[in-house]
């Protein structure tokens, strides 16, 4: 992705300012959320399935990253972060799921690891895209995982994690993050059959294939 | 569809995809994928699954999320005194001092005009217990008692202040008792007549004679004949009170009493206890006054402690304004 050499003096800036951030400076906090703030939104966002709701995350994730800048114990900041934005998304889905307002994580199933292939809501799949939004039916689809699985799949697909930084910022082990990553990807496969049949033009424009990790 | 391949043949798909396989591992998959067309094809699918997932838009922040450093209220931290734990529990220790203190002076005033209703009690009492001892009077007492040569009395009173050092109540009647004589069925049944009178006498000379006599066992030791005149008066009360007193009776001759008299027990069981109750619960007399200078001074404490309680109240509010 990155200069090995531009990576490394961004991380001896980036442990400056963190430090910094650590003994009270809020100003040097203020430029790591510049740095990270795309990076949160976006995994909100894919976890959330709207704007107003992931805006909320992000903010509120990013009040308690200041209050815990302390359990910052060195390692991938960005690893730190996202997993405390992962838990606050994680937070506001559990509290929606307690309340009877409709959404996406009401669908049967929408509990367990595998969740259905099919998204909630009015529109199928095949709809939003005729409607010429394919991105919005992934998205769809990706709202109809499991928690764990959505949270999985962003990080990695989303996100470009590896395995081992998707199980530091889950808490779970390797072996976890492989299943519910390849659960969540057939998921989201079978989800796509019909968009896929309905433009396959499009889909084979942005395949790309991709046996090495980014 | 989708599912011709194990749970285990995706995840191993879906690592090889991403770079996670071990060297091993991958080996093994490729010469797989190479014949096994079903496994091709399957991850094929799969990298173009995840490769729309990733061709999703990188989303830049609507907004930025820098915090902003908000004026904070000066969050004072109030004095101990005028903090509502302090105004509450002061409260409260009020309320609980003001009510024991309460309790403690309505007690003492009980107490004080017991003792003035009280000689009429006991003369109730006497009359019904009098009834009850003259109705089995007869059979109980058909063995023939002790005389009353037996003990001097002289003796006996000497030893019974000294064998007794609780309340002066229980001292007369114990010293007395001891010093008294059986009396002959007949007599006896004269005694309980006239004992209902006595016991008024009595009570009355008790009640006069308690703040005095609770000064020590010396008041036992004082003219004879005033103790005899008690002695007398308890005489026939005194029989039964022995026989079937749960007090104990520390002497040797009490001892001896108290076994001569054991024919009399039943019936002067209810007097026995009438009369100890009547005089026990004399007991606790001198007190009081103390009891309701006690509750005064509390009732005045807790009262005290209200006044701060909504003193700090007060000017907690204010402190807020």
Redesign the interface.
Known sequence: MSMASATAVQNSNEQALIRKAQSGD?PA??EL??LY??S???VA??VMAD?ASA?DA??DA??TA?QRLSTYRGGSFRAWLLRITLNTCYDELRRRKRRPATSIEELPGAEMDDGPALPDGAATPEQVVQEGE??AA??QC?GGLGEMQRAV?VL???E?L??QEIAEITGANLGTV??R???A??S???C??AV?ELLPAV?RL????????T | ??VNLS?QD??L????????LSDAERLGLEIRLDAETDLRRELE???????????????????????T?TPQKVVRKLPLLLTSTFSGLSAAAAVLLLMFGGYLLLGSNRQISMTSQFAREVAVQSTVVADVVSLPAQSTLAAPLPTQTELPQGGMFNTAPAANSGGAAGEDSDSAQQAAPIMPAEEFEQATEDEAAMLDTFSMEMATEEPADSAGASVMQEADDEQITLEALLYATDANVIAAAPMVIPTQAAADITAQRNVIEPTATALATATNAAETTKLPEAPTLDSGTVGLVIVGVGAALLLIALATTLARRNARI
């Open positions: 809020i906090f203020n959320v510049l703030q795309d949160a939104y976006t966002y894919r704007n805006a992000v903010q990013f009040i200041y394919l991105q992934i998205q990706i799949l990695s697909d989303v470009g590896s395995y492989k299943s990553l390849s659960r990807r057939l989201i496969r079978d796509l059959q896929q889909y942005n395949n790309k294939p991709n046996d090495q990790s | 569809m989708s749970q995706y995840e798909l879906s690592a090889y995809i991403d770079g996670e699918s799969l990298r173009q699954t995840v490769a729309l997932v990733d061709q999703l838009p990188r989303l830049k922040a609507p907004r930025n999320f820098t915090l450093v």
